[in-house]
């Protein structure tokens, strides 16, 4: 029994440190910077691994209970930001790899153009999208 014990509490601990740093680690990614049209076209319809930033701040910021009424403020959000960076494309994430290294290097290349949204850039997002979606909700 007091092994068990020790082991939950050891689990618990690697849970806690796992999620208090799930952010640190998490807090860039890297997207492509240029699309063709068409290709762009393709990945924005669905089916593919790759997610608009819009997409996945609603996925990830965006409570269940406000998706239906409030999720606009991701899109409105992530605009701004894009017209501040002078950006004509939404940048697409890959949900399923890390893009700017590991495969391209693998191969021998190097990642052609990439750009990183790095800590600032999502501390950013996810404050004003939080001011945003609280505004929202007291409207409702």
């Known amino acids: 029994m007091r092994m068990s014990s020790r082991i939950r509490y050891a689990a618990a601990l690697a849970a806690v440190g796992l999620v208090t740093s799930a952010g640190a680690a998490s807090a860039h990614h890297c997207y492509k910077d240029r699309w063709a ?16 930033l819009s997409d996945l701040g609603t996925m990830f910021l965006v409570p269940p209970e406000l998706q239906a009424d409030c999720a606009w403020v991701v899109d409105e959000v ?63």
């Not at 990642?111 to 909700?137: I, S």
């Open 37 to 52: 049209d068409a290709a762009y076209q393709h990945h924005v319809n669905g089916g593919t691994a790759w997610v608009t």
């Open 78 to 140: 992530v605009a701004e930001w894009m017209v501040e960076r002078g950006m004509t494309q939404e940048p697409l994430i890959h949900s399923k790899a890390t893009i700017g290294g590991g495969a391209f290097y693998n191969k021998g290349k190097a990642p052609k153009p990439f750009e990183y949204l790095g800590e600032a850039d999502f501390m950013m997002l996810e404050e004003v999208v939080g001011e945003r979606l609280a505004a929202c909700a007291a409207e409702l």
